[in-house]
């Protein structure tokens, strides 16, 4: 059974930090591209970063690139969002996704599965 399970949202100040985890199972991880992509309210879900199975190339939103950083660790399965210099727009609920041997430039109907996402609000 495939699952996706995203943690560490939650409420930060403008300016501060979130580390936003993704664990997978029931699949190769290793031959998967892994993204985060973000909902605020009464948007669109949208791409905010990717990292490539293959571990040679990441890709970021313009609106996240300088202050985000995506990684993952293969032996733990586990792709991580460094969010720095948070803003109240970078407020939503963040979705981890998984894609097959899937370019770093995929979109979003490119990507098999999908967590059931956590809330990240950044408010004073």
């Known amino acids: 059974q495939v699952q996706l399970v995203e943690s560490g949202g939650g409420l930060v100040q403008p300016g501060g930090s979130l580390r936003l985890s993704c664990v997978a199972s029931?699949?190769?991880?290793?031959?998967?591209?892994m993204a985060w992509f973000r909902q605020g309210p009464g948007k669109e879900r949208e791409f905010v970063a990717s990292a490539r199975w293959s571990l040679d190339s990441t890709y970021y939103s313009d609106s996240v690139k300088g202050r985000f950083t995506i990684s993952r660790e293969q032996d733990k399965n586990t792709v991580y969002l460094q969010m720095n210099s948070l803003k109240p727009e970078d407020t939503a609920v963040y979705y981890c996704a998984a894609g097959k041997y899937k370019s770093v430039l995929a979109g979003r109907s490119d990507y098999e599965y999908w967590g059931q996402g956590t809330r990240v609000t950044v408010s004073s």
């Open positions: 029931g699949f190769t991880f290793s031959t998967y591209t």
